[in-house]
C-alpha cells in the first residue's frame, strides 16, 4: 500500500513538471516571436501609453459607449502602462484569460491558479476590442445605460457588476483619470445617438447571453493535486514558486503561510523549506 502510494506521488510530481516545461516552451516560443515582431521595443511611460492607445479607446468609446477614459485606465493600471509581460509578450492589457471558444494562442501565468491561460493578441489593439466583447455582458448591461463621458459612475458600476475585487479599485480609477487628464477624450452624445448606441449595444448583449458561459469562463487548467504528506510538515520551494500559489496548493491564505513561517515579506527562494501544515 505504501509503495502504491509512493509511485502515485511520483507519477504526480511527473506529470506536474512535464505540464510545466510544457508551458515554459510554450512561452518561451511566444517570447521570441514578439522580440522578433518588434526588436526595437522600449518599455513605455504612463504619458506615451496613454499616446500611443487613447486612439483605438476612443474608437471603442464611440462604438459601444465605454468612456475612453475607463478605458485607459484600466490598460495603464492592468498592464502597468504597457510593460508587464503579458503586454509585452501577448499583446494582452487586460488580462483576458482563454476560455472554450478561444482558438488562438495562450501565454500561461500564475494568477487565481497556478499556469493560468491567457490569450495572446497578434496586435494590442485587438486586447482592446477584445476589451469591449469582455464587457458585452449582462452583467454590466446597466453600464451602457450611462452617458459615454459619465466615467465616475463607470468606476464604480464596474466595481459593483464583480469586475475587481479590490474595494479602492473605483478609486483607482477615477485618480488615474483625473492624475492624467484622460476625462479629456471623453465625449458627450446626443439623446437620439445614444438611444441608437444602446439599441446597438443592448441588441448585441442579449445574444452574447445564450452564449456567455462558453464565451466567458476561463479554461479551467486543473493542476494535478498536491499530495500532502502530514508527517513532513516541511514543503521544499520550487523554480517559479510564490508565496501565493503555495498558499493555494495547500488551503492556507498568504498571511498563515508567513505566519507559520515567520516571513516579514513575499519573497521565497530556491530550496528554501516552509511549514505548510496548520
Given at each position: 500500500m505504501k509503495q502504491t502510494f509512493l509511485l502515485f506521488?511520483?507519477?504526480?510530481?511527473?506529470?506536474?513538471?512535464?505540464?510545466?516545461?510544457?508551458?515554459?516552451?510554450?512561452?518561451?516560443?511566444i517570447e521570441k516571436a514578439a522580440n522578433k515582431a518588434n526588436p526595437n521595443f522600449t518599455d513605455y511611460n504612463t504619458l506615451s501609453y496613454i499616446e500611443a492607445?487613447?486612439?483605438v479607446a476612443i474608437q471603442e468609446m464611440n462604438t459601444y459607449g465605454i468612456p475612453a477614459s475607463i478605458t485607459l485606465a484600466q490598460g495603464i493600471i492592468e498592464s502597468g502602462s504597457g510593460n508587464s509581460s503579458l503586454a509585452k509578450y501577448a499583446n494582452?492589457?487586460?488580462?483576458?484569460?482563454?476560455t472554450a471558444e478561444w482558438k488562438g494562442k495562450a501565454y500561461y501565468?500564475?494568477?487565481?491558479?497556478?499556469?493560468?491561460?491567457f490569450r495572446v493578441y497578434k496586435d494590442a489593439r485587438e486586447s482592446y476590442k477584445d476589451h469591449s466583447e469582455f464587457l458585452k455582458r449582462k452583467r454590466y448591461a446597466p453600464l451602457f445605460e450611462l452617458d459615454k463621458n459619465d466615467y465616475k459612475n463607470w468606476a464604480k458600476g464596474l466595481k459593483q457588476a464583480g469586475y475587481a475585487t479590490n474595494p479602492k479599485y473605483p478609486d483607482m480609477l477615477i485618480n488615474t483619470i483625473e492624475k492624467y487628464n484622460l476625462h479629456q477624450y471623453d465625449q458627450s452624445e446626443s439623446e437620439p445617438d445614444?438611444?441608437?448606441?444602446?439599441?446597438?449595444?443592448?441588441?448585441e448583449i442579449n445574444a452574447n447571453i445564450p452564449k456567455e458561459t462558453k464565451k466567458f469562463a476561463p479554461v479551467e487548467i486543473t493542476a494535478p493535486k498536491q499530495i500532502i504528506n502530514t508527517t513532513d510538515p516541511n514543503y521544499t520551494v520550487q523554480k517559479g514558486d510564490t508565496l501565493y500559489n503555495i498558499s493555494k496548493r495547500f488551503n492556507m491564505t498568504v498571511?498563515?503561510?508567513?505566519?507559520?513561517?515567520g516571513l516579514s515579506d513575499e519573497g521565497v527562494k530556491i530550496g528554501q523549506k516552509l511549514v505548510v501544515v496548520k
Open positions: 506521488a511520483v507519477a504526480i510530481v511527473f506529470l506536474s513538471s512535464c505540464k510545466s516545461r510544457k508551458y515554459h516552451r510554450n512561452n518561451t516560443q492607445f487613447k486612439g494582452n492589457h487586460f488580462g483576458i484569460k482563454c501565468k500564475d494568477d487565481d491558479q497556478r499556469n493560468d491561460c445614444k438611444i441608437k448606441r444602446e439599441d446597438r449595444v443592448f441588441t498571511d498563515e503561510l508567513k505566519s507559520l513561517n
